[in-house]
Nanobody, 122 residues
Framework: QVQLVESGGGLVQAGGSLRLSCAAS????????IGWYRQAPGKQRELVAA???????TYADSVKGRFTISRDNAKNTVYLQMSALKPEDTAVYYC????????????????WGQGTQVTVSS
């Protein structure tokens, strides 16, 4: 059974940093494409960053230059380093893993974890 557990969220002031973690069991992150997504109140879930099974990454325009996605295959964990946080980054952040790059880019998953709340105060 695949389980993804997000952690690392919290309350931070604008300009601050947080590192989110996504720990996986039941799958090997090293062979998957991984995505970090977020959903703010009243808004649709959106892709924030994605990493394929090698080194290809993509970022939403709103986070380019501020967020970095990375993977630790030994720990089967994916990270999202967030810097220069803004109030508009406030959302619940989720991770998910897909068999294909397109799946991750589209965010078409049948199930999601509980996510981790990130709140950025101004």
């Amino acid at each position: 059974q695949v389980q993804l557990v997000e952690s690392g969220g919290g309350l931070v002031q604008a300009g601050g940093s947080l590192r989110l973690s996504c720990a996986a069991s039941g799958i090997r992150f090293s062979i998957k494409a991984i995505g970090w997504y977020r959903q703010a109140p009243g808004k649709q879930r959106e892709l924030v960053a994605a990493l394929d099974s090698r080194t290809t990454t993509t970022y939403a325009d709103s986070v380019k230059g501020r967020f970095t996605i990375s993977r630790d295959n030994a720990k089967n964990t994916v990270y999202l380093q967030m810097s220069a946080l803004k109030p508009e980054d406030t959302a619940v952040y989720y991770c998910n893993a897909g068999q294909t790059w397109l799946t991750v880019l589209a965010g078409n998953f049948a199930s999601w974890g509980q996510g981790t709340q990130v709140t950025v105060s101004s």
